[in-house]
């Protein structure tokens, strides 16, 4: 069984930045890949980025450039560097892993970009 908790949401200006972390409950390094996904309001959950075990990264076309996904293995934690924030970021943002052929999700922490 895998947990996942997120940490670092919370509401922040257009133009701004935040750091999202997920910690896992244990060693991270067969988990593949990792990712973040998020949910808007009547919106449907969408991938935002996701990391594998040798560090190769897919990010959807909307945040390219504009976030960026880590894992540190020796902390068990995978990040999401989040910059220039737009309103249509604004969401539940969800840390997701895979282990073999199980999916586990965090609880989700809250987004809001706004002036």
């Known amino acids: 069984q895998v947990q996942l908790v997120e940490s670092g949401g919370g509401l922040v200006q257009p133009g701004g930045s935040l750091r999202l972390s997920c910690a896992a409950s244990?060693?991270?390094?067969?988990?593949?890949?990792m990712g973040w996904y998020r949910q808007a309001p009547g919106k449907q959950r969408e991938l935002v980025a996701i990391?594998?075990?040798?560090?190769?990264?897919k990010y959807a076309d909307s945040v390219k450039g504009r976030f960026t996904i880590s894992r540190d293995d020796a902390k068990n934690t995978v990040s999401l560097q989040m910059s220039s924030l737009k309103p249509e970021d604004t969401a539940v943002y969800y840390c997701?892993?895979?282990?073999?052929?199980?999916?586990?999700w965090g609880q989700g922490t809250q987004v809001t970009v706004s002036s």
């Open positions: 990391i594998t075990t040798g560090d190769s990264t």
């Open positions: 244990g060693s991270i390094s067969n988990l593949n890949p």
């Open positions: 997701n892993a895979a282990l073999l052929l199980r999916i586990y």
